[in-house]
């Protein structure tokens, strides 16, 4: 069992299961959001659970083509990732508590990234998506 929560602790989720993958999101909305780039961890959908906090999480959609609605807490302002996004979920490893075990294996959206940050390490770089990388 892997589990999470915001900054303030108000909500808590809980994964059960394996993750797919871990990687790192370039993408514009990321910067925004959540730092220079996100961490993101995706699995199946099935194997997340919130477990407290439900009242607490406002969504947000970044644009008419944004796939998914950001989440994050309203009151301590973390980024929580977009949560249960079709069938898999898309969690921000920063609101991790334990470790998940995997480790990144990919950069993602990396012709968003700005050119004030370079990427240092050898994980493989993908311009586009998750989604797109695996198909
Ligand atoms: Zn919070
Ligand atoms: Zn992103």
Redesign the pocket.
């Known amino acids: 069992m892997i589990k999470g929560s915001c900054l303030c602790g108000e909500v808590k989720f809980e994964i059960s299961g394996e993750p797919e993958s871990l990687s790192y ?3 514009s ?2 910067r925004k959001a959540a730092g220079v780039f ?1 961490a ?1 961890l995706i699995g199946k959908a099935d194997d997340f659970r919130l477990t407290e906090g439900q009242e607490q999480i406002a969504k947000y959609r970044a644009g008419p083509d944004a796939k998914f609605e950001r989440c994050f807490c309203k009151q301590c302002g973390s980024s929580l990732g977009d949560m249960a996004a079709g069938d898999i979920y898309v969690i921000a490893a920063s609101a991790l508590d334990d470790d998940p075990v995997i480790r990144p294996t990919l950069h ?2 990396t012709a968003s990234k700005p050119d004030w940050y370079e990427i240092v390490d050898d994980l493989k770089k993908c311009e586009g998506d998750y989604i797109a990388e695996k198909s």
């Open positions: 999101c370039h993408c909305r990321c996100s993101v993602i959206h």
